[in-house]
């Protein structure tokens, strides 16, 4: 029980004046002349640059309004989307994996992670390409059986793998590479507490992992996995060293050799980028939205 | 060796335990004997081995020789012809939902929520139904005094609610043992008390918990044995009254004469 303040003590212990008893202060702002000069100069710039890039002939507008929807342009830009899903997802998952091998008891593990890591890392993603390429050079047949006897089953290399697998294959395994640095990285921001606590309620460690390390890497793993996707979707411009030639850009290259006219094809294919761009860093906004939860005091 | 109800197994049993971090001998040969329904408490200077001690019970630490039981079997191994074989990391796991910890630092699962926090295990282990899971959870977060934070996430909670979410948490599981690994150590004085009342009604109950505590007025007033250890291993046991106003040993009055 506390006894009632008397009301006397409590107004002596009211600050001196209250906030609305005091004068409102006058404010004279400072004022920013070079930072006004500064901006209204670009703001001039851009408008000129802008209104001369919609009458100037060589950027052909009306070639690429023309071309922008043609059939063969939206197919290749499926195709480089598709180029993009695919080796994005299985690099992923084999980045997870490389990065919990590289955190194995097992030094075999571990050494072969970072061996992976060696080769595909510190080789240019257009080499690889090519190696892959030649896959069919090098390996002609696949054989599947037991080593040194006669195979079960065996066939021709470039039949079981046309370009577009090759070209898939080439891109998910050098970025896998890049993908398991990002995976480790979100691993090791999550407190070992986590999976203490985790073990200690009775879970395994995959149940630990699953349901709450890699949840809580997920924050940590998405901004520069949003960052890989983007550039995926440009290195997808590569894969004619393997060769496949139905993506975006080799698609509207050919185009343009046959009309004699590259740059209206190339502002072509820039947008199909972009637009892809865009739309993928909608998508990424929402899936940090969704890994954010508790973070934070709200 | 034939089990009755007159002559029930002790909870945990602990002869010549040790244990060693490369050259760092942190156990050396510790003997303890825990009872249903006992509470003890662990204390002792930091680096005695206290809290590795308890993190052997459930494994989080593996010992390396020694005997360790819990609940008459061997903690992580199977005896069978007088060799210990190593058990398959699911069965460990499976022992480990008997055996309920409370972490000094929380380990509150930040993405979710203090009832998300409660159901997970009995959901994800035990396959409780998901509505039953969560009537539970409300009644066992009520108990700890948390009835009005179910939706709050660990970082909208203070350090006193969040271990009270964990000791919930760990309750979940039903577990016939409670192990405390320093739980008020990281908190603000002020949010001890809030704690050590959550374990006090849990040990009144009739829970079996050991307690790593530097807390000597909750030892005293709630534990039925004291304990304790310097250097890896266990220096003197007894009644905590009697320990903390009488001890017998040098070392633990040298202790205590710098706690109390």
Known sequence: MTTPTPPSSQEALAPQGSPAESEPRVIIKRKHPLRTLAATLIVIFAALFIIDASQRPAYDWSTVGLYIFDRRVVQAAVNTLQLTIYSMVIAVILGLILAVMRQSPNPILRSVSWFYLWLFRGTPVYVQLVFWGLLAVIYQTVDIGIPFMQPWVSFETTLAFNAFTLAVIGLAMNEAAYMAEIMRSGLMSVDHGQEEAAVALGMTWFQSMRRIVIPQAMRVVIPPTGNEVISMLKTTSLVIAVPYSFDLYSRTRDISSEIFNPIPLLLVASIWYLAFTSVLMVGQHFLEKKYSRGAGKK | ?260
């Open chain 2, 1 to 260: 060796m034939t089990l009755t109800t007159e002559n029930p197994v002790p909870m945990v049993v602990a002869q010549g335990v040790t244990k060693s971090f490369g050259t760092n001998h942190v156990l050396k040969g510790v003997n303890l004997e825990v009872q249903r329904g006992q509470v003890l408490c662990l204390i002792g200077p930091s680096g005695s081995g206290k809290s590795t001690f308890l993190r052997c019970i459930n494994r989080l630490e593996t010992s390396d020789a020694g005997i360790l039981t819990v609940d008459g079997s061997p903690v992580g191994y199977k005896e069978k012809g007088g060799k210990f074989y190593e058990l398959h990391p699911k069965v460990i796991a499976a022992k480990r939902r008997e055996i309920g910890m409370v972490f000094q630092r929380f380990n509150l699962f930040p993405h979710k929520t203090a009832l998300e926090n409660v159901i997970e295990a009995p959901v994800l282990l035990k396959k409780i139904p998901k509505a039953q899971a969560i009537a539970q959870a409300k009644e066992l977060l009520t108990r700890v005094g948390l009835a009005e934070r179910f939706d709050y996430y660990p970082s909208q909670l203070s350090g006193g609610q969040q271990q009270r979410v964990a000791v919930a948490r760990a309750l979940a599981m039903e577990p016939e043992l409670m192990l405390f690994d320093e739980p008020t150590s990281a908190l603000d004085p002020e949010l001890v008390g809030e704690v050590l009342e959550v374990m006090q009604d849990l040990a009144r109950s009739g829970m079996t918990m050991i307690v790593v505590t530097h807390e000597m007025a909750f030892a005293r007033e709630v534990a039925d044995t004291l304990v304790f250890m310097d250097g890896g291993v266990v220096v003197e046991t007894g009644n905590p009254r009697e320990m903390l106003s009488n001890p017998q040993h040098e070392r633990t009055k040298e202790f205590l004469s710098k706690v109390l």
